[in-house]
């Protein structure tokens, strides 16, 4: 079983700041991955970053990166230069056991 | 990249009529997709997984019955809510899994509003 826990409902940052965005996960896997998801008001899911949990080097694509800590079972993402266009939805979710699990998802509001 | 498609993008029926969805792998081969249900404000909960040319796998609590997944091609697979009630209004996601992919990733389409009168 997998579970996914956001405990951050609502974020708001300043444009061009820097904001991370928490996570941490349950799953009794021991090859699993994971992935953070974007969801804007259209509500199209996009894939922002993945990790696979047996590297150990954190994921980065461009301004987003994670911070993997294996043995706490953490994965937050750090967003850099904040732009507007961020704002959305942020899920995290666990890939194992051939399913996708998601956590309840993180608001995150840009303030020009 | 990969492009899923979902038809309708919204439909809106009486209650005790059949709806379908489509959800089109349109540049990619999948073998495995998935439905998922979304209530407002919520995040997305996996009903069933599709395996092309076998039956759907569903979750705990899910009705398979009121719940119909077809899988017919590697491009194709649809979900048909029978006799929908008012509770059934959701907004419905479908994701595939590139066959020749990596990574384990899922594209999405982008999803059904199905409101039910």
């Known amino acids: 079983a997998q579970t996914v826990t956001q405990s951050q409902p609502e974020m708001s940052v300043q444009e061009a700041e820097t904001v991370t965005l928490s996570c941490t996960y349950d799953t009794s896997e021991s090859d699993y991955y994971l992935f953070w998801y974007k969801q804007p008001p259209s509500r199209q899911m996009i894939l922002v970053i993945r990790q696979e949990a047996y590297k150990q080097q954190n994921a980065t694509e461009n301004r987003f990166s994670v911070n993997f800590q294996k043995a706490a079972k953490s994965f937050s993402l750090k967003i850099s230069d904040s732009q507007l266009g961020d704002a959305a939805m942020y899920f995290c979710?666990?890939?194992?056991?051939?399913?996708?699990?998601f956590g309840t998802g993180t608001r995150l509001t840009i303030i020009p | 990249g990969a492009v899923v498609s979902q038809h309708p993008s919204w439909v809106i029926c009486k209650s005790g009529t059949s709806v379908k969805i489509e959800c089109r792998s349109l540049d990619f081969q999948a073998t495995t997709m998935f439905w998922y249900r979304q209530f407002p404000k919520q995040s997305l909960m996996l009903m069933a997984t599709?395996?092309?040319?076998?039956?759907?796998?569903?979750e705990q609590g899910v009705e398979k019955d009121k719940f119909l997944i077809n899988h017919a091609s590697l491009t194709l697979s649809t979900l048909t809510v029978t006799s929908a009630h008012p509770e059934d209004s959701s907004f419905y996601i479908c994701?595939?899994?590139?066959?020749?992919?990596?990574?384990?990733?899922?594209?999405f389409g982008p999803g059904t509003r199905l409101t039910v009168l």
């Open positions: 599709s395996n092309e040319g076998s039956k759907a796998t569903y």
């Open positions: 979710a666990t890939f194992g056991n051939e399913k996708l699990t």
């Open positions: 994701s595939a899994r590139d066959r020749g992919g990596a990574n384990n990733e899922q594209f």
